[in-house]
């Protein structure tokens, strides 16, 4: 499944980088999170590897085009988002105003959960 999503960047995370154990090649990976744009922002952290890694910066408008990969391990389940394609975009958040936190749809709580 390929999709497209277009945000400005708000946190770029360290790079990682290691051998396989298969192939004992080097690899490298780096996660970046973007902010969409919209009345509801919401932020998404991808995952850009090997030659796909850009020199991002905070505050940079980006058109990602990424797959969504899930897969169980011990009888938890795990989604990936890998970014194919990361592209500098020159627009920018649509002219509307932010919503207040009264403006947003209340989300049950529950303090086992971090988010």
Known sequence: MSLEIKGTIIAILPLETGVSKGTGKEWKKQTAVLETYGQYP?????????????????????????????REYQGKWYTNIGA??????????PAESAPTPDDRPEAEENPDIPF
């Open 42 to 70: 919401k932020k998404v952290a991808f995952d850009m590897f090997g030659d796909k890694i850009k020199d991002l910066k905070i505050g940079d408008n980006v058109n990602v085009g990424f797959d969504i990969d899930s």
């Open 84 to 93: 194919w394609r990361v592209d500098m975009s020159t627009s920018t958040a």
